[in-house]
């Protein structure tokens, strides 16, 4: 996997520009691995003889630095198998805040980079709102493969007890690659073992008559630290 050395550099590089400000912990990281790894209920490993295997484990990493004025910037990776790409790189940059009366919100930009696979790069602006347990999200493609698509969903994240909380997501997508368009699901747990290490059983699918194989219901199990 030639690629994802390329993504450990690109960590590596943001931690060195930020070191100084470490102490303010505005920096953070988080590392983790899943069963599976899925966006918006699709399979994200095209591997043809695998495709119908529910074990397929990814690893998955980012860094995130907060300017501490509402501003952000931020950086993820998965592995997978994205046509010829054997890694998804995430560049992404926002600014979110908080309404007086509890009402937050989120917009930013995103990218999406394939080594060896270009003709998948692509990007979206997003924007969300939330309030209490439901955050509600539009997200836009502006280019590349993902152009001419718009997203739709509803979250909601339950806490259940201090440690367990109930996770139940609906996403509906336009896109001319799906005809009229395709609904995701999700719904599963989270448990945190630890103050930075949690893990997650998440089932999550996608409408297949558009979106093939690759959106049949299945169980993902996750494990991520943060630091």
């Known amino acids: 996997m030639r690629t994802f050395p390329f993504a450990l550099s690109c960590l590596a590089a943001a931690a060195a520009?930020?070191?100084?400000?470490?102490?303010?912990?505005?920096?953070?990281?988080?590392?983790?691995?899943?069963s599976l790894y899925k966006y918006n209920g699709i399979d994200q490993d095209s591997r043809q003889l695998e495709r119908e295997r529910d074990l397929r484990p990814?690893?998955?990493?980012?860094?995130?630095?907060?300017?501490?004025?509402?501003?952000?910037?931020?950086?993820?990776?998965?592995?997978?198998r994205f046509g010829e790409a054997n890694l998804?790189?995430?560049?992404y940059g926002g600014y979110s805040g908080e309404f007086?009366?509890?009402?937050g919100f989120d917009v930013g930009y995103i990218k999406y980079l394939y080594p060896s696979q270009g003709s998948w790069n692509g990007s979206e602006v997003?924007?969300?709102?939330s309030y209490g347990v439901l955050t509600t999200k539009l997200s836009w493609g502006t280019s590349g493969a993902i152009d001419e698509h718009a997203r739709l969903s509803f979250l909601i994240e339950q806490p259940l007890t201090e440690r367990l909380t109930l996770e139940a997501g609906v996403g509906f997508r336009n896109t001319s690659n799906f005809n009229s368009g395709a609904t995701d699901y999700r719904l599963g747990l989270t448990y945190a073992l630890t103050e930075g290490l949690s893990t997650s059983a998440i089932w999550s699918g996608a409408d297949t008559n558009r979106a093939g194989p690759a959106g049949?219901?299945?169980l993902v199990l996750g494990l991520t630290q943060s630091f």
């Open 17 to 34: 520009l930020a070191l100084p400000v470490v102490a303010q912990a505005q920096l953070s990281f988080n590392l983790g691995v899943v």
């Open 58 to 80: 990814a690893l998955q990493g980012g860094v995130d630095y907060d300017f501490g004025n509402g501003f952000y910037i931020g950086n993820w990776n998965s592995t997978g």
């Open 88 to 91: 998804e790189i995430n560049l």
């Open 100 to 103: 007086a009366n509890g009402l």
């Open 126 to 129: 997003y924007g969300s709102l």
């Open 216 to 218: 049949t219901g299945r």
